[in-house]
Every structure is written in structure tokens, then in C-alpha cells.
């Protein structure tokens, strides 16, 4: 055992900012004789002393997790969380309902799914046997890096379809409340997007989606099933259905999702990520369906080596550059064609 104790405040350098936090309420609902609220989402604001972009960011975290995985990386450094601070933004950084300091109960949410283990976290994460992944911040052999790590994880909500309905229902309240943003998902979150779009898509500005969860209709392990395409949740598509299995056996084109046309969507991808296969056919879905989502593979852009946990891996702001150059070349103008 190290005899320095941990101070990280004394070495990192000072900075000047605005912050708070604040309570996206859920519904009341009676349970016998008594009330209680239904599912909270707690939000955490940062801006720089002076907000130079138009739009702020919500940031919105992956399965299981939280909205620290947006902050300081696993090795110490500033998350994106940070850097897009310090780029000029308002930054928003939600613990989805059910997690983190999002309290969970089963009585209001629901049963919970199964709980995150050490290995699915090496699964997921962890360099396995491509040579490519050399970014991953610890190395597999460190186990108190290892029991920080998994410490933040906890169990998703069981029925995945009301967990992204509620996520979504809070993230859509938190717009009415700030105005128009840009949302930012990874992961489990990824979903969270398009129906964050599909409620108010006059308040989305764009979407970067970090390696988001699919491919559309499938069964994620541990976590359940797609039946909407690229959600579990139902979508407002065009024409009208409240029938999955028809939507399952459409052609490309017979549905349409007129909330996502003209949205600047980008999905992210790392070249050493066995979820990167994912994203090729949600973005054909959703453009099948009239959206415009561009690919961005982080390795086109000389961002090598990267798995699924991208965005606080060593080179995690080389990670984050590409994807602030397009919503500086995209997001402002065609927002605004799209708003007017």
C-alpha cells in the first residue's frame, strides 16, 4: 500500500467555471395510502465563465453507469465532460433514472436487471485478442484500478422499453426546461437519442452517438431486446404502427421517421471495438427512414487503437477532436435550416 495519500487537487490545475445541479422530477404514484415520485433524473450543469456556443450539450451516459463516466478518466485525466467546457459549451450531464444519484426503488421502477460483473466489464472494455486496442487506460493486471472502475456500475431497469421511455420522458422535460441542445449518448444511451428526437424534434439540435446499442431488432445481452429497430421503445414512425414484428418485416423505406428528417446525427465509432459493427446498420435504418446520419470511424481521422470505452481511454482527446470539428462544420447551420 502506497504511503502518499491521495490528493488530486494538488496537482490539478485550478480553473474558472459555473456550476450546479439540479432535479428533473418523475411522476407521482400511490402506493397504498402513500405518494412517491417515480423515477428522477438528477442533472449536473458546468459552463465556462463565458458560453461561446450557441447550444448546450446534454450528456448522457452508457448501461449500468453513470454521469461520471463523462468526467475525470479512469487514469486521472479531464473526461469530455471537461473539454467540452472548455471548448465554449454549457455542458448538462444526466444520471439516467435508476442510476447513479437517480434513486431506484422497485416499487416505482420496476424490477432490476441482472447486476454488472468483472468479467462483463473486461468483456466490454478490456483489449481482448485484437492487437489494435492499445488505449485502454489501466492495465487488465491493476485490480484496484479494476474495483474503482466497476464501483460506479449498478443493474439497468429489467424491461428495457420502459427504461428507455423514461429516459427519454425526463431528457425531453429537461429540453422543455433549458431550450434547444445537443445530446451527446454512448452506448446503452444510444437509443435514448432517437426518442429524445422523436418527442421534441424542435429542441434537438444533433446528435453525436458514441458507439451507440444495436444493431436494430436485436436481443442485447443482459439487457434486452430492440423491438423497434434501433430502440426498444416505440417511435412515431410514418405510417402508423403500434406493431414491432410489422415494422421487422418492412422493406427499407415502407416506414419513415419524419421527427429525424434533416437532424444532424453522427455515429462514432473505434477501430478495435467489437460494438463498432453495430453502428453501420443503425445508421441505415435510420437513414431507410429518412434521417441523415453520417459514420465517423475514428481511425479515418488518425485516432487509432480504441475500443467501446473511447471517451476516457489514453487518447481520449484525440477521441473527441473529429467529433467537435463536425458539430462546429454541421450542427449550426443546418439546425438552423431545419428550424426554419
Not at 428533473?24 to 400511490?30: L, N, S, T
Not at 449536473?44 to 450528456?59: C, D, F, G, K, S
Not at 454521469?67 to 472548455?86: K, N, S
Not at 437532424?263 to 460494438?275: H, K, M, Y
Request: negative net charge; charged residues 20%; contains cysteine.
Amino acid at each position: 500500500m502506497s504511503s502518499s495519500p491521495f490528493t488530486p487537487w494538488s496537482t490539478t490545475p485550478a480553473r474558472t467555471t459555473k456550476r450546479g445541479h439540479f432535479w428533473v422530477p418523475g411522476e407521482r404514484i400511490a402506493i397504498g395510502e402513500r405518494t412517491y415520485q417515480r423515477g428522477p433524473m438528477y442533472v449536473e450543469w458546468e459552463a465556462p465563465e463565458h458560453v461561446t456556443r450557441r447550444w448546450p450539450i446534454v450528456l448522457m451516459h452508457g448501461g449500468g453507469f453513470q454521469g461520471t463516466e463523462w468526467f475525470d478518466t479512469p487514469d486521472g485525466r479531464p473526461g469530455w465532460a471537461q473539454r467540452l467546457v472548455e471548448a465554449g459549451y454549457a455542458v448538462l450531464v444526466v444520471d439516467r433514472p435508476g442510476h447513479g444519484r437517480s434513486p431506484y426503488h422497485v416499487d416505482t421502477i420496476g424490477p432490476m436487471g441482472p447486476p454488472f460483473s468483472y468479467e462483463g466489464g473486461r468483456q466490454i472494455y478490456f483489449p481482448g485478442d485484437d492487437a489494435r486496442h492499445t488505449q485502454w487506460p489501466f492495465d487488465a493486471a491493476d485490480e484496484p484500478a479494476m474495483d474503482e472502475f466497476i464501483a460506479g456500475y449498478g443493474p439497468l431497469p429489467a424491461d428495457l422499453e420502459a427504461s428507455q421511455t423514461m429516459d427519454a420522458d425526463r431528457t425531453a422535460a429537461l429540453l422543455d426546461r433549458i431550450g434547444p441542445a445537443i445530446l451527446i449518448t454512448h452506448s446503452a444511451s444510444g437509443p435514448d437519442g432517437w426518442l429524445v428526437a422523436d418527442r421534441r424534434p424542435h429542441l434537438v439540435k444533433a446528435i453525436a452517438a458514441i458507439e451507440p446499442m444495436g444493431p436494430p431488432f436485436a436481443t442485447i445481452p443482459n439487457i434486452g431486446p430492440m423491438r423497434w429497430g434501433p430502440t426498444a421503445a416505440p417511435l412515431r414512425f410514418e405510417p402508423p404502427t403500434n406493431d414491432p414484428d410489422v415494422l421487422r418485416r418492412a422493406q427499407p423505406g415502407d416506414f419513415r421517421l419524419p421527427s429525424l428528417a434533416g437532424l444532424p446525427i453522427l455515429i462514432v465509432t473505434a477501430e478495435a471495438s467489437a460494438f463498432a459493427a453495430a453502428s453501420p446498420p443503425t445508421a441505415a435504418f435510420l437513414n431507410a427512414c429518412g434521417a441523415s446520419a453520417e459514420l465517423l470511424e475514428l481511425a479515418d481521422h488518425g485516432v487509432h487503437g480504441n475500443g467501446h470505452g473511447l471517451i476516457y481511454e489514453k487518447n481520449s482527446d484525440e477521441a473527441l477532436a473529429p467529433v467537435l470539428d463536425w458539430l462546429t462544420q454541421h450542427a449550426q447551420a443546418t439546425s438552423d435550416a431545419r428550424q426554419a
